[in-house]
């Protein structure tokens, strides 16, 4: 499994913009790709115009090459570029220490044999 933290600033004036787009990226990430285990948009308590991303993938392929280049995410990019900030955008990378215990891995054990998740 990969997964995928992202920390989002957004421009106040354009919230609603980027709640579509990136609303619309996440239900067709987890709807049409079958590597995406998860997708969850997370607002912060703190300040309504900061968001996490927890995005879970079955391996880093499914993340770099799959979802990257799906027609939705290239729109999503779009939608990015023009409501987040510059430098408002910060990627963390990482695998679950517990891969077992993580809800989605059964998804992975219950695959057809010779599918592989990409």
Request: charge should be negative; hydrophobic fraction near 35%; include cysteine.
């Amino acid at each position: 499994m990969y997964t995928v933290i992202v920390n989002l600033q957004v421009r106040p004036e354009l919230r609603e913009d980027f709640l579509a787009g990136i609303r619309a990226n996440a239900l067709a990430s987890v709807r049409d790709e079958p590597g995406c285990l998860r997708f969850d948009v997370h607002e912060k308590t703190d300040d309504p115009n900061k968001f996490i991303l927890y995005e879970l993938y079955s391996d880093e392929a499914a993340f770099y090459d799959a979802h990257r280049s799906t027609p939705h995410y290239e729109r999503w990019r779009e939608v990015a570029a023009r409501c987040v900030y510059p430098g408002g955008h910060v990627n963390t990378f990482a695998t679950p220490a517990f891969p077992s215990d993580v809800a989605e891995s059964a998804q992975l054990d219950e695959q057809p044999q010779g599918r592989q998740a990409h």
